[in-house]
């Protein structure tokens, strides 16, 4: 995977590493963005020291990287690498929730605190995100940060009726609809979920991207995590 067949794609995607010391999961991450256009897997690393040395070799956009990698832990990596490239943007995506490394990973500038039991879509989608500048905290990883910092993490989102007015009036059904699209469902499984046919489901996508002014459901789905619908 280090070495891209197609250098316009690579030219035009983010360029993302995996640092996991399990080899079946970097499997299934990297045959999750072969498919996908716009993220390439420029290169993995089982170990923590393996994993600096690849960074700073490979220049990776976005890295993804697992706590515990039997060598050094995830923080020791994040804080080495960013002592000599800054820019890089890390993703913590881990199994383990734990007050103190939620807090230190949060100061240390991380863009992304992800849970491993994350939809493989919506996964696809915060990559590329990440890589705009935005950033991802898991729901259970808000939890915590709000009780160690209640006077600066809100305890409630924008309201819809305020999301709404904002963005051309969506309705019950399409706010019902652009929270599934963000979970990473597809047409045809926010029908089933909604008791609607594909083709209504398809069509109420559409009217969402119309009224948010994106190009796609994508788009849609960061647009309203940037607003703080979900």
């Given at each position: 995977?280090?070495?891209?067949?197609?250098?316009?794609?690579?030219?035009?995607?983010?360029?993302?590493?995996?640092?996991?010391?399990?080899k079946l999961f970097r499997c299934g991450i990297k045959s999750l963005f072969?498919?996908?256009?716009?993220?390439?897997?420029?290169?993995?690393?089982?170990?923590?020291?393996?994993?600096?040395?690849?960074?700073?070799?490979?220049?990776?956009?976005?890295?993804?990287?697992?706590?515990?990698?039997?060598?050094?832990?995830?923080?020791?990596?994040?804080?080495?690498?960013?002592?000599?490239?800054?820019?890089?943007?890390?993703?913590?995506?881990?199994?383990?929730?734990?007050?103190?490394?939620?807090?230190?990973?949060?100061?240390?500038?991380?863009?992304?605190?992800?849970?491993?039991?994350?939809n493989a879509e919506f996964l696809d989608m915060i990559v590329k995100s990440i890589s705009?500048?935005?950033?991802?905290?898991?729901?259970?990883?808000?939890?915590?940060?709000?009780?160690?910092?209640?006077?600066?993490?809100?305890?409630?989102?924008?309201?819809?009726?305020?999301?709404?007015?904002?963005?051309?009036?969506?309705?019950?059904?399409?706010?019902?609809?652009?929270?599934?699209?963000?979970?990473?469902?597809?047409?045809?499984?926010?029908?089933?979920?909604?008791?609607?046919?594909?083709?209504?489901?398809?069509?109420?996508?559409?009217?969402?991207?119309?009224?948010?002014?994106?190009?796609?459901?994508?788009?849609?789905?960061?647009?309203?995590?940037?607003?703080?619908?979900?």
């Amino acid at each position: 995977m280090e070495n891209c067949i197609n250098e316009k794609r690579c030219e035009k995607s983010v360029r993302l590493m995996l640092v996991d010391d399990h080899k079946l999961f970097r499997c299934g991450i990297k045959s999750l963005f072969e498919n996908k256009e716009g993220v390439y897997v420029v290169a993995e690393a089982s170990s923590g020291k393996e994993g600096i040395n690849k960074i700073l070799a490979q220049n990776p956009d976005v890295v993804l990287v697992d706590l515990e990698l039997g060598d050094i832990n995830g923080l020791d990596l994040i804080e080495k690498v960013l002592s000599q490239k800054p820019n890089v943007k890390f993703v913590i995506l881990t199994s383990h929730l734990n007050e103190h490394v939620v807090n230190k990973a949060m100061k240390m500038g991380i863009y992304g605190y992800i849970l491993k039991d994350i939809n493989a879509e919506f996964l696809d989608m915060i990559v590329k995100s990440i890589s705009s500048g935005a950033m991802w905290i898991d729901k259970k990883v808000v939890q915590i940060l709000r009780e160690l910092n209640p006077n600066v993490v809100p305890t409630t989102q924008v309201s819809r009726s305020s999301f709404k007015s904002t963005h051309a009036n969506l309705t019950a059904r399409e706010y019902e609809v652009l929270k599934l699209v963000v979970d990473g469902k597809s047409n045809q499984q926010i029908a089933r979920e909604l008791n609607i046919s594909e083709h209504t489901s398809k069509a109420h996508v559409c009217n969402i991207i119309q009224k948010l002014v994106v190009d796609d459901r994508t788009q849609a789905a960061v647009k309203a995590i940037r607003e703080g619908i979900v």
